[in-house]
């Protein structure tokens, strides 16, 4: 029979989470493994995201607004979900009790079923979860390796939670209804928008479409708050063509749909992605919500020829160096030359994704003063139109949404442009 120590008696108190080395994190990661997953290894390390289901968001909730429950000594099992990578509940008491406490070991299958550890567990790594920004970067600059450790520890965490929210048995299509609410700039409308956010199917980045990003619910509020500067709404009789690129969930898609829809407006939208499962739970979130999306396959490597558009969206699609030359290479081809091309790219400053955000800068041309430089297109351009970045606009962090290393968000607005000195 083995026999282990409850968590209410070696978790770090988190009140004073700036205190702990990255080494009692993991230690205290690890115990917390070897009480509830002994034999199952965590999955590769993926990107947290949210998916909070009800039954955990109300398990955390209670926990929270409860912190002076006694224990009653009664055993259950519980199978709640947590809010894994984004910010929870305010709690009033710091959970944690630290090493110091002092708790007889316990049985571990008696342990492992008590509800009341569980539900200290989980409160816990949504606590640690929402001070991770401070645990971080409360480290010297000099430590960047160090501080490189922690961020993979939050992804543990997240992993962790993940793994509470599907219980022993997670299956891969367990999934979460996520309800968006955005006001619509006309007076008294708001737009509202049902989303599946599933599972990760593994760590490749082409999975990531399964789940909604804190960068395309920051621009879909954007949109609906100003659609005549986002959509570039046509005064013609012709239909707006509308292209979402890395779509994923649809969000951008499905707002833009059911704006244009309370506007009057034709439109034909065409939702896009590669990842066969995101396919599928794309096409399932247009139909939930019964707009009028066209949900379509499209490999940024080998773009076939497109009918061109009036508007191109995308949000968060820069998971890797040559993204950004990818995506160029597909709205060149996609893109009217009176069209806009809008995209939200998160800024992270740690971790694999570090940095990313200025390949979009080295691909596209500053063209923020209307006109091309000459450097930036050469001497014998010939008068020839280039993609160009007119706008950009830093977003700071929304609390409640992003992951632990998103640190802001970087809008950019992309047009066609001619070279000063050319044409």
Partial sequence: MTYLRPPTSFLPPLSVLCTHSTTSIQNALQDLKDIYFPTTPLPPTRMPSITALPALKQSISDAVHAPHQKRTGRLKHSDGVPDSGYASE????EPGGGPES????MDVDVLRSDEFERDFTIKWLTGLMKRSD???YALDSAEEQEEHSRVSVIDEVCELLARFAGGDEQQEDDALTRRFTFPLSTEGQAVTVELNDAPLASSDHTSVGLQSWASSIIFAERICADPARHLSIPRGAAPLRVLELG???????????????????????VATDYHSAVLQNLM???????VSVQVESLDWSRPPLLEPYDVILAADVVYHPEHAKLIKNCVEKALKKDGVFWMIIAMRSTGRH????????EVFPD??????????????CGGEMKLAVVHKEDVGRREGIGRADEVGYRLFKIRWLSCRYCC
């Fill in 134 to 136: 401070a645990w971080i």
């Fill in 90 to 93: 305010e709690d009033d008491e």
């Fill in 367 to 380: 063209g923020g003063r209307g006109l091309l430089r000459n450097e930036e297109c050469g001497k014998e």
């Fill in 247 to 269: 779509a994923g969930t649809g969000l951008l898609s499905i707002a833009t749909a059911r704006i244009l829809d309370y506007m009057g407006i034709d439109a034909n939208i």
């Fill in 284 to 290: 399932r979130n247009v139909q939930t919500n019964n």
């Fill in 354 to 361: 570090e940095g990313l955000w200025e390949t979009v800068d």
């Fill in 102 to 105: 002092e708790a007889e070991d």
